[in-house]
C-alpha cells in the first residue's frame, strides 16, 4: 500500500489564484481529513469527510473547499489564495472513527 | 474538548526511559487521550490512546492518573529516531482534534 499520498509537495501561489491539493488514499479508509500546520504551531483541522458524498467543516474552514466523490481522494480546493494560507498541508485517513489517523508527507504552499 | 497542556521541551538521554507529561485538568467523563509524535516536519504519526486504563503498545505505554487529569507517555529505551514533537490531545471519539505546540523531545547521544 502507498498509504495516504499528496501531490504537489511545493507550490508558490500568487495571491487570487486557485488551486486544488490532492490527496488519496489505497487502505480503503471512510475518513478522511485535512490541517494546516503553521511554523512553530501545532495542526489545525480544515475540512472533514466521514464517507463518500459526506463532507464538514473543522476549525478554520474559511477559504477553503472540499468534496468527496469516491472513497479514496479527498481533494482540497483554495477559492483566491491569500498570504495567510502560506502553510503546510496534511492530509489524513483513518478506518474507522478518527482514533489512529494515517498522515500524508504534507504539501508546503507558499502564497506571494 | 478539553485542552492539553504539556512542556514546551524536554532532553533524553539515549538508552534511557522518555517521559512526557500531559496536564488536562477539564477532560469530560467520554473523552480519550490520545499520543502522536511528528519527526522534522513529516506527517503526524499515531503512538497510542486510552480512556482511563493504562495502555502499552510496541512503541510506548501511557499511564493516566485516576482522576484522568493527568497523562504520562513512556518511551520506555528512546533513541535517536524519537527525537520529534510529542502531541497530547484530548478528543471524544477522536473527533475534532486540536493539535497543540506539543513537546519537542531531544534525545542526547
Known amino acids: 500500500n502507498a498509504g495516504v499520498t499528496q501531490t504537489p509537495k511545493f507550490q508558490v501561489l500568487k495571491t487570487g489564484q486557485s488551486m486544488t491539493l490532492q490527496c488519496a488514499q489505497d487502505m480503503n479508509h471512510e475518513y478522511m481529513s485535512w490541517y494546516r500546520q503553521d511554523p512553530g504551531m501545532g495542526l489545525r483541522l480544515i475540512h472533514y469527510?466521514?464517507?463518500?458524498?459526506?463532507?464538514d467543516q473543522g476549525e478554520v474552514p474559511n477559504g477553503y473547499n472540499v468534496s468527496r466523490s469516491t472513497t479514496e481522494d479527498f481533494p482540497l480546493r483554495l477559492l483566491s489564495a491569500a498570504p495567510s494560507q502560506t502553510s503546510v498541508y496534511f492530509c489524513?485517513?483513518?478506518?474507522?472513527?478518527?482514533?489512529?489517523?494515517?498522515f500524508g508527507p504534507g504539501t508546503r504552499l507558499l502564497v506571494l | 474538548d478539553a485542552k492539553t497542556t504539556q512542556p514546551t521541551s524536554m532532553d533524553c538521554a539515549e538508552g534511557r526511559a522518555a517521559n512526557l507529561p500531559c496536564n488536562h485538568s477539564?477532560?469530560?467523563?467520554?473523552?480519550?487521550v490520545y499520543w502522536y509524535r511528528q519527526i522534522h516536519s513529516q506527517g503526524p504519526q499515531y503512538i497510542i490512546h486510552g480512556l482511563k486504563n493504562n495502555e502499552t503498545n510496541e512503541m510506548a505505554s501511557l499511564i493516566i492518573t485516576e482522576d484522568r487529569k493527568s497523562s504520562t507517555l513512556i518511551l520506555p529505551h528512546a533513541t535517536l529516531r524519537d527525537t520529534a514533537v510529542y502531541y497530547c490531545i484530548v478528543s471524544r471519539y477522536g473527533q475534532n482534534f486540536v493539535f497543540g505546540p506539543g513537546t519537542r523531545l531531544s534525545v542526547l547521544p
Open positions: 489524513a485517513s483513518s478506518y474507522e472513527g478518527w482514533e489512529t489517523q494515517y
Open positions: 469527510s466521514v464517507g463518500a458524498g459526506i463532507t
Open positions: 477539564t477532560i469530560s467523563g467520554n473523552e480519550y
